[in-house]
């Protein structure tokens, strides 16, 4: 199967009446964009164009043009427009975010200290109140406000957002809401509180989930803005939705206020796509982008999610997620040469741009391949060119090597050779930490660049792909022997590496799904491959490992692994029609899920405590019930209206613990779980 983009026309079936949804995924090498038509459940069309990092609003913005003038719609047809995004995940993984404040109320140093807190508060200021609740929502401690004040003083300056997190205040959030309005009243910036992100008690997760979601608010804020302001100057005047962990829609206005709810929704929008294309109920869902491929499994036609919230870059959060396992290799992963290890060719983790693309941008980049072709004996650093990043000039180097090898960037706007660029190691050092922080943009041989070798991928011209497998396949392993005979060969070879890298991530994911603990995995593979690569005559054993449901295969790259996958799987493995804009395609058939969770406890026998922001007391359980349920709908009605609901349901489900004491049922607590389900406003 050949990659070709781009080739979906509108269908004569489908016209403006159709109500019209925009589905989007700015993804890290490429925004993709959908015209979707619900009624029809047809795509209408799709684009891609180039992720600018550093102007998300600049790529949404083209990709939304493109995508109405492919369509031949106008901007008032379209009637919402939905947006999947890694910015919060990635801000998370690379440290990002901007500063807030945490105040903890009636929480012990040994809480603050725990779930990574400890790390978070070094660059993020803490203060502890006096005061707190109980089990039962009682106030335990008086809330002391004294010391707030002061401390605002001194720190608001360098603050932009602030989290507040209480002792059991899921149970009665009183002392939450007066520091809110003494931070509001002096500071007026945003304040997230723990209790409205979270039901659990948990206090040392919900602060560290309360101040993620702090340090995400002007970041998210930025690019939500951005996009629609790139909505109104194309006169498309309808709701933005935004497509939060577990697959599920929210408004603009929601994610304004609780950014975190967004962490995973990459992943979870492309699970939800893939699954809906394939019409699979159970598999697992394999997508391959530019930097990461994402592994979920399916269970009855919607992601498995991931018991007690997402953990991401290492913190442990309350965020309703999928259950999502990512490895650091992609269709635009850096194929390197490895001379000291088992495996001369490493894939990743770093992203660069392949031959094939930066050559349609650099055309000097095909006369540099063929100089070094030319050479008789290969150097390391064969195949490997830079450039100073468009946005960078103004960078200041933070030390010597750092200013001499941007100085030689800078000399060569249009992209300069590694050799020439870095003739020592410090130098070498230096130019690894530019590429890292995206000074200098990076391009060199890929997977994608194999596919277009072996003519799987067909988006760019190859030439340039050929030269660099040519180049590659020169390089010596470690006993002096050429990777490969020819630049074809080691084109086979990378995309079968590339293969066995997925399928191995897709064996970690199914183990984690079935319980099976990850050194037991990882023994059992290196023994496979111990026993693959043995020259032993007549071998007695034989170790298989295979996925037992099928795999769909979706990203731009599905095509160039899908059948190296399935054999290696032993499983049938499938890419979809679309396949290459499932993302985008899963943010435009969400609907809009909120949930929530309400406790009752039981102070003495006989009597049943509703937990609610006004705790009410009850002498009858059913009673109690229906208390609880009838707030729970109305919570969820204003939540659900603030999300951008136009209709929707709402299913209660109790959970009752009881203990048998001398016969008698003794009740502990209870728990309901409520849960809205609904269409966006401007859907039917």
Not at 45 to 71: F, I, N, P, Q, Y
Not at 227 to 250: H, K
Not at 344 to 351: T, V
Not at 431 to 450: H, N, W, Y
Request: glycine residues 8%.
């Amino acid at each position: 199967m050949a990659i070709q983009l781009n080739t979906v026309a509108k269908s004569p079936n489908v016209t403006a009446p159709h109500p019209l949804v925009i589905g989007i995924d700015t993804g890290g090498t490429y925004t993709d964009a959908v015209v979707y038509a619900r009624d029809a459940d047809e795509i209408v069309a799709k684009v891609k164009v180039r992720t600018t990092h550093e102007d998300l609003g600049a790529c949404v913005s083209a990709a939304l043009k493109a995508v109405l003038l492919k369509a031949s719609v106008d901007a008032p047809d379209i009637h919402l427009v939905c947006v999947s995004t890694t910015l919060a995940t990635n801000a998370l993984v690379e440290g990002g975010g901007r500063p807030a404040g945490l105040i903890a109320i009636g929480l012990e140093p040994g809480v603050t200290e725990r779930r990574g807190l400890a790390a978070l508060t070094e660059e993020n200021p803490l203060l502890r109140l006096a005061g707190g609740h109980s089990p039962y929502g009682l106030e335990s401690v008086p809330l002391d406000l004294s010391p707030l004040q002061n401390w605002l003083t001194e720190n608001d300056e360098n603050l932009e957002a602030y989290a507040v997190v209480g002792a059991f205040s899921v149970r009665n959030p009183e002392h939450e809401l007066a520091v809110a309005a003494a931070i509001e009243e002096t500071t007026g910036k945003p304040t997230t509180l723990s209790h409205e992100l979270s039901g659990q008690l948990d206090a040392a997760k919900r602060s560290v989930t309360a101040l993620l979601n702090a340090r995400l608010l002007p970041l998210v804020r930025e690019m939500i803005v951005a996009v629609e302001n790139s909505m109104a100057g194309l006169g498309i005047r309808t709701q933005l939705m935004v497509v939060r962990g577990d697959g599920s829609l929210v408004s603009s206005d929601f994610v304004k206020s609780r950014p975190i709810e967004t962490i995973l929704s990459g992943p979870a929008a492309s699970a939800a796509g893939a699954a809906a294309l394939s019409g699979v109920r159970d598999g697992v869902i394999v997508d391959v982008g530019g930097t990461t491929t994402d592994i979920a499994v399916i269970r009855e036609g919607k992601p498995a999610s991931r018991t007690g919230g997402a953990k991401v870059a290492g913190y442990e959060t309350m965020v309703s997620a999928i259950r999502v396992h990512t490895e650091g290799i992609g269709g635009d992963s850096h194929v390197r040469h490895t001379p000291l290890r088992s495996n001369p060719l490493s894939i990743g983790p770093r992203r660069v741009t392949p031959l094939a693309l930066a050559s349609t941008e650099r055309p000097q980049l095909l006369g540099m391949l063929e100089a070094q072709l030319s050479r008789p004996v290969r150097n390391e650093s064969d195949g490997i060119y830079l450039w100073v990043q468009d946005n960078e000039h103004s960078w200041t180097p933070q030390s010597s090597a750092e200013a001499k090898v941007f100085d030689a960037a800078c000399n060569f706007p249009e992209g300069i050779s590694l050799e020439d660029l870095a003739s020592s190691g410090l130098e070498r050092n230096a130019t690894d930490r530019m590429v890292g922080i995206g000074i200098l943009g990076l391009t060199a041989f890929t997977p994608t660049d194999a596919a277009h070798v072996l003519g799987i991928d067909e988006r760019f011209d190859p030439l340039a792909s050929k030269r660099g497998a040519e180049i590659l396949a020169g390089q010596l392993d470690h006993v002096g022997v050429p990777l490969a005979d020819s630049g074809s060969l080691l084109a086979a070879k990378v995309l079968s590496s590339l293969a066995q890298g997925i399928g191995t991530a897709v064996l970690t994911a199914g183990a984690d799904h079935d319980g099976l603990p990850s050194p037991e995995l990882n023994s059992t593979i290196q023994a496979l491959k111990s026993l693959t690569t043995s020259a032993v005559d007549n071998q007695l054993l034989e170790i298989a490992l295979s996925v037992k449901e099928p795999l769909i295969c979706v990203g731009a790259a599905a095509p160039i692994y899908h059948e190296e996958l399935s054999h290696y799987l032993k499983t049938t493995c499938t890419a979809p029609t679309n396949f290459d804009v499932a993302n985008a395609y899963g943010a435009a058939i969400g609907s809009i899920i909120v949930s929530s969770n309400t406790m009752v406890s039981a102070p003495r026998r006989g009597l049943f405590r509703v937990h609610v922001t006004e705790p009410q007391t009850f002498y009858d359980f059913h009673l109690a019930q229906a208390f609880a349920e009838k707030e729970a709908e109305g919570d969820l009605a204003r939540r659900m209206h603030f999300a951008g609901a136009a209709k929707f349901t709402i299913d209660h489900r109790w959970t009752v613990r009881e203990v048998d004491v001398e016969g008698r049922p003794l009740f502990i607590e209870a728990s309901l779980q409520s849960e809205a389900e609904g269409a966006p406003i401007g859907q039917p």
